[in-house]
Structures are given as structure tokens and as C-alpha cells.
């Protein structure tokens, strides 16, 4: 039987402001929606329009595109899009920045090269383009934030890549459930910024007041989620596609996660991270926004979470410091990992 991740918002999104024609400058956060019936490039000139100033790339700007790349090669609702990314570079290109495609190594207690997967989806070869760098961030210089965790202060490295030598950040997430954290949208997709995937597990106890941190010291930021497909069930690398066929585009990381989750079908405040940041951010200003269309027409059914059970010992260990050392740092850690992989199969 499947279990729902929270209880289901039965209504659709609250009754949203649209307004047609973008603005002079203004802090107000606004979302834009739109089909991918005419493909990813048209979907994205509209949104960039709409979002008007709080979008503009000036000629000579440097910008950065995470995309989320969570597996050795191309899984849909797994990963985002390459047609997505070489869509948003050429239209960065045309106006004439200089664009830096980025991610870390991943793979967590099994970690893989970065530099693999832009081989495998064939990103690698946007370095034949004039004004493209395709940049593996472990590899890069890191600059350190402090981060305080109850009483605790954690030293976090980041790419100076990103935090000291680019204009304009975007986040690239997919639409996924997450077994860890509820959800995977533009805030968790940050996570891939820590260069070290074993500082990342170590990490993993203070989750809701690093991602937090981290999403502040970005430069200015817009998210750009590729909703071709979702993932529910028991993401992030495994579980079921859902088809979705739409893009959002805001100028606001939190009212994006706050926007995809309610389409997803899942209350933002029952999500650890979110709950922490809206805490602090404060609701009013992460839930109102304005619209280019409704929100509820986007409302594909209701995602949801199926644990296994030997989902169990890695959720415990992003939750607990001591389980995490032993987990992954202890002289037990090997033969825990032997004893998990004769029950259940490696990810990749």
C-alpha cells in the first residue's frame, strides 16, 4: 500500500496573483509556468522574459548552471535533462555570457567522477563552445563559510568557482522524492556543492542548517526546474519516473520548493529543510508570489513515499553524527557496506 509522504493538500495552490507583463526592478518573487510542448527553449525565453530584471545577464556576466547529475549516465527523473542544459547555455551564449557548467563528484559512500557523467551525457562537449567551461568543482580551489549548528560551528567548504567569481547562479533541479529529506528541488540541489562527497556525508546530520547556509552565500540566484519528468517513490536515484512535461522558472530558490512541492502533491511544511527555512525566511514572503498562469493546472496526481527497508540504515545515519562515523568513517564501515549489498544491489 502506498503511503503518503504527508497528508495531501486537497486544495491546489492558493489563489495566485498573474500579472502578464514583467516589471521594473522590484524584490517581489515571481513564478513562471509553462508546458514543454514546444521544447525546452521556448519555455525558457518565456520565463526569463517574464521574470524581467531579476533575470537580466548583461554582456561579459559570469554564470553558473548546476544541473543535477546524480548518476553516472542519463536516468529520467533521475537527472536533469542534457537537451535542458545545452537549451539554457545557447540562450546564455546569445546574450553574451560566459557560462560555467559545474557540478561535484558524487556518489556518496561509493563516490563516481563527474568528469564521467559529463562524458556520458555528452555535456563535455559543450567546451567546443566559445564562452563555455565544463567544470568538474572537486577539483576547485574551495573557500570556507562557517556554519553554526546548534552549538556547534561547522566549516563547509564551497567552490570559489561559485561563491567569489560568478555574477549569477542557476539551479537546474528535477522534481523528485527523496528518501532522506522528502524532497529533491532547487534548495537540496545545492548539496552537489560540497566538493568532497565525504565531507558531504559527514555533513548529512546538519543538513537543515548547511543547505540553509549554503543557498544564502550564493550569488544571485534563479532556479530552473526541467519537469519533463518527476520522481516518485524512493528517489533519488531510484524509483518512478512521472511523466510531468512542464518548466518553472523563479527568481526565489524557497518559493520554488515551496511552489514544486505543493504541485507534487506534498505540504512544504512537513519537508525537515524547508520547515527550517521558512522558519527563518518567513512564510508570507516564500509563499506569495506572482504568477504568469495558475499553478494548479500544472498539478500532476500526488507523489509519494515508499521506504524499503534497507533504505533504513542510510536514513538513520543522515539523521545521527555517531551513526554517521560509524557508517562511513568507522573500521566497520566496509564490512556494514559488504553486509547492506548482500541485500540490497548497489545504486550503479
Known sequence: METPLTEIVA???????????PPVETA????????????YRSAFLGGLEFLGHAARIRPGDRVAVKPNLTFPRYRAG???????????????LERGARVTVCESDSGGYNPFSMDQVFAETGLHDLWRRDGVEVVN?????????TVR??????????????????DRFITMPVPKIHVNT?????IKNQWGLIQNPAIRLKLHPYFNEVIYAITRALPPALAVVDGRYG??????????????????LTNSLYTCDYVVARLMGIDPGSIGHLRHIFGREGFNRVSTAEYNADPGRFRTGNFYLRRRITDYP???TFHSRPLAWLGYESPLARPLHWLLYRIREPFY
Not at 520522481?231 to 518553472?248: A, I, Q, Y
Open 314 to 316: 542510510g536514513l538513520m
Open 28 to 39: 517581489v518573487n515571481r513564478v513562471f509556468l509553462s508546458s514543454l510542448a514546444d521544447g
Open 182 to 186: 522528502g524532497i529533491s528541488v532547487s
Open 137 to 145: 568543482l572537486s577539483r576547485m580551489p574551495a573557500h570556507n563559510i
Open 231 to 248: 520522481l516518485t517513490r524512493s528517489g533519488p536515484m531510484s524509483g518512478d519516473p512521472v511523466p510531468l512535461n512542464w518548466t518553472l
Open 78 to 92: 533521475v537527472m536533469t535533462s542534457p537537451d535542458a542544459v545545452r537549451a539554457m547555455v545557447d540562450i546564455l
Open 11 to 21: 486544495s491546489t495552490l492558493t489563489e495566485p496573483v498573474l500579472c502578464p507583463a
Open 149 to 166: 549548528a546548534g552549538w556547534r560551528r561547522l566549516t563547509v567548504p564551497l567552490p570559489r568557482k561559485i561563491l567569489d567569481e560568478t
